[in-house]
């Protein structure tokens, strides 16, 4: 059974940092692309950064230079650390895993931006 567990989610200031977590079981998250993605009130989920199982990573310009995508192949994890926060950020964040043949989702952590 696959399962992708996401955690670090919170409310954090403007500006602030959060690092989120997506802990992969019954796979192996270096043969798979790795995904975080977002998707707020009202909104489509959107696609914040990517990992490829070739190691090479993506990010929309909307979060480019603040977010960056890591994987820890030995922990058979992924992380998003996600700098300088805006209020735009907030949303539920999803960790996806995907290849040719599979797709799997994360049941999704809040992230909310506030002061």
């Known amino acids: 059974q696959v399962q992708l567990v996401e955690s670090g989610g919170g409310l954090v200031q403007p500006g602030g940092s959060l690092r989120l977590s997506c802990a992969a079981s019954?796979?192996?998250?270096?043969?798979?692309?790795m995904g975080w993605y977002r998707q707020a009130p009202g909104q489509q989920r959107e696609l914040v950064a990517r990992?490829?199982?070739?190691?090479?990573?993506n990010y929309p310009d909307s979060v480019k230079g603040r977010f960056t995508i890591s994987r820890d192949n030995a922990k058979n994890m992924v992380y998003l650390q996600s700098n300088n926060l805006k209020p735009e950020d907030t949303a539920v964040y999803y960790c996806?895993?995907?290849?040719?043949?599979?797709?799997?989702w994360g049941q999704g952590t809040q992230v909310t931006v506030s002061s």
């Open positions: 996806r895993a995907s290849s040719n043949l599979k797709n799997y």
């Open positions: 019954g796979i192996v998250v270096s043969i798979y692309n």
């Open positions: 990992i490829t199982s070739s190691g090479n990573t």
